[in-house]
């Protein structure tokens, strides 16, 4: 296989395989089965529902579709504009865990580096 349909195949399936996670984190917590400790619950259902966004992405990075790019730097910028939001949240005091901190950067930077790959591979096409 082409170097150029090997990387958007890869990309799609670490961003379904990462979508799965997503949900079945933030599900599990939705439902009660896990308590994380203090979650802001916007960035907890953010992170849940762009789950699903984030399986639909890589199927479509997966089988080289060209709506993969636009869907990518949605959920990236949604992502970005919601870590500003946290940001917000945090500086007004309210409750947070620093992990919800480092997921927020590498759900970011994921999503950064997934629309890229899905941009290059959109332009090959």
């Not at 949900?23 to 994380?36: E, I, N, Q």
């Not at 953010?46 to 790019?69: C, H, K, M």
């Amino acid at each position: 296989m082409p170097r150029s349909r090997l990387s958007p195949r890869i990309v799609g399936g670490v961003a379904i395989a990462f979508g799965v996670l997503t949900v079945a984190s933030g599900g599990t917590t939705l439902l009660g089965a896990l308590d994380m400790g203090a979650v802001a619950p916007f960035v907890l259902w953010f992170n849940t529902v762009a789950g699903l966004l984030y399986v639909v992405a890589g199927i479509g990075l997966w089988l080289g579709l060209r709506w993969a790019f636009p869907l990518s730097l949605a959920i990236f910028a949604a992502t970005l504009l919601v870590f500003a939001g946290f940001g917000l949240h945090v500086a007004r005091g309210g409750a947070y865990e620093m992990r919800t901190v480092i997921a927020m950067a590498l759900r970011t930077s994921v999503w950064g580096a997934i629309a890229f790959v899905a941009w290059q591979a959109r332009s090959r096409a």
